[in-house]
């Protein structure tokens, strides 16, 4: 089974279910991308942020080795990371992700957060994180203007065959209107029922930009990072208002939120370890919900936001929670994520932003 596409605003499609490689483990990574290949899947998102890309590259390589698909029928979605911002930096920084995925293009190429932060050579730490040195965050003067302007060039280079943005709001991308040369053809968001985003959905519509949305299954992603806003939020899985349509539809409670994503067009990347879950996160677009039905899943909507390190001031020095750290070293892949005390976390996470280069 293959992902039905849609059209991006500058003809080209993209797969409409892709898979998402935030907190893949390294060890396991090529091997699940492989597996996410032959199973059908053909759009991967990562990220330099996700620390794996080496990995995912492998996978690649070894179904294009074997023949399963070709690099031209694969959709792969790279960031560029906060560190990366001036201007100066973003071409060569691009240019060292295709080379650890093994690639020459990526088809498509966003702005992981509008968050510049001071540059850290990758020889020095990589992927780098948000913290410079010692539990601080040190900004770099980069607008996110310059920041896009330098991703036009990607594209007009053909080194992203599309370019977007993620964790931008309404005001970011009305004032990114008045700049940009291209229009960006995504805008990666949180979305799930918990935290529709009606009015920015509804602006990229006007504008010709597809939504993807991460995090579709709301609180599931961020009980593993032990974050409490996301314990005390019940499941939606088990969501009375999805579990009924679920059965009615003889479908998974994964799947009909998955499919209340992409009938509204934003696309979805599901990210699962477990191969009967992945092939069922990709069998999302073969039934359709209720008008109705849709509504009420719509009308969850609380608001509820798990992912917002855009307010950066808490992570800053000592005021660093214990769910940013938590997030911070799973976005490492640190070995020893499951750690108890603050103390061992702070410990930790020095340890991580200190830790050699990958390369
Ligand atoms: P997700 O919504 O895909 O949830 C993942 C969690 O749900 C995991 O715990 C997984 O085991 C579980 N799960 C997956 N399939 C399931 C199923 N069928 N039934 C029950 N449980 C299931 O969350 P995510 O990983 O946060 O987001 C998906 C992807 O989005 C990431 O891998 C990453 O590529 C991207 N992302 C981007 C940003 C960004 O800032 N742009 C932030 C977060 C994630």
């Not at 005001?171 to 995504?186: E, M, N, S, V």
């Amino acid at each position: 089974m293959v992902a039905p596409t849609v059209k991006l605003n500058n003809g080209r499609e993209m797969p409409l279910v892709g898979f998402g490689l935030w907190k893949v483990d390294n060890a396991t990574c090529a091997d699940t991308v492989y597996n996410a290949i032959k199973t059908g899947y053909r759009l991967f998102d990562g990220a330099c942020d996700y620390g794996n890309e080496v990995e995912a590259g492998q996978g690649f390589k070894r179904a294009i080795d074997e023949g399963l698909v070709k690099r031209e029928e694969l959709f792969i979605v790279s960031k560029l990371w906060n560190s990366f911002h001036d201007k100066e930096r973003v071409a060569p920084i691009c240019k060292k992700q295709l080379k650890d995925y093994g690639i020459d293009y990526f088809d498509l190429y966003i702005i992981h957060f509008p968050i510049a932060l001071k540059y850290v050579d990758p020889a020095t730490r990589y992927p780098p994180g948000f913290f410079y040195e010692d539990n601080k965050v040190e900004f770099s003067k980069a607008t996110l203007e310059e920041t896009y302007h330098a991703m036009e060039e990607l594209y007009d280079q053909g080194l992203a065959k599309s370019i977007g943005i993620s964790n931008y709001n309404g005001g970011l991308l009305l004032d990114l209107f008045r700049y940009a040369k291209h229009i960006p053809q995504t805008l990666q968001i949180e979305h799930h029922p918990y935290l529709t985003q009606e009015p920015l959905v509804q602006l990229c519509k006007e504008r010709g930009i597809t939504i993807t949305a991460y995090s579709s299954f709301g609180p599931a992603s961020f009980i593993e990072l032990e974050m409490k806003k996301a314990q005390d939020a019940p499941l939606l899985f088990d969501h009375p208002t999805v579990k009924s349509i679920a059965e009615k539809h003889n479908k998974s409670p994964a799947q009909v939120l998955l499919r209340w994503a992409t009938q509204r067009g934003v696309a979805v990347i599901p990210k699962s370890n477990n191969q009967s879950r992945l092939a069922a996160n990709l069998d999302v677009c073969s039934f359709d919900l209720k008008e109705d039905e849709i509504k009420e899943i719509s009308s969850l909507d609380q608001g509820l936001r798990f992912n917002n390190p855009t307010n950066v001031s808490t992570f800053y020095r000592k005021r660093c929670t214990t769910t940013s750290l938590t997030l911070f070293a799973v976005r490492h892949q640190h070995p020893d994520l499951r750690i108890d005390s603050l103390d061992t976390k702070r410990k930790q996470y020095h340890s991580l932003t200190t830790h050699p280069t990958r390369a």
